[in-house]
């Protein structure tokens, strides 16, 4: 059984700066991927950002240049540096990953940009 664990959010002013953090456990033999969903109220659920093992990397159009993904292979973690956030980041990020041939989600990290 594999679990994804989020960390990290928060409320945070426009311009502010947050660090979502994701570790999978359990048993995982393998590992293809690890990514950031995010769904804000009344709309469907979109990816951020993903990373793969390998460390190749896909990012939304809307967070290129503001967020960072990146992989800690050793401790199965993945963190997500949010930057110059504003308003309509704020959503509920759910972390994703496919491990050991499977898919899994987080139960998510409210995060709410707001003065």
């Known amino acids: 059984q594999v679990q994804l664990v989020e960390s990290g959010g928060g409320l945070v002013q426009p311009g502010g700066s947050l660090r979502l953090s994701c570790t999978a456990s359990?048993?995982?033999?393998?590992?293809?991927?690890m990514a950031w969903y995010r769904q804000a109220p009344g709309k469907e659920r979109e990816l951020v950002a993903r990373?793969?093992?390998?460390?190749?990397?896909n990012y939304a159009d809307f967070v290129k240049g503001r967020f960072t993904i990146s992989l800690d292979d050793a401790k199965n973690t993945v963190y997500l540096q949010m930057n110059s956030l504003k308003p309509e980041d704020t959503a509920v990020y759910y972390c994703?990953?496919?491990?050991?041939?499977?898919?899994?989600w987080g139960k998510g990290a409210l995060v709410t940009v707001s003065s």
């Open positions: 994703n990953a496919r491990i050991n041939s499977g898919y899994y």
């Open positions: 359990g048993s995982i033999s393998s590992r293809n991927f």
């Open positions: 990373i793969f093992t390998g460390g190749a990397t």
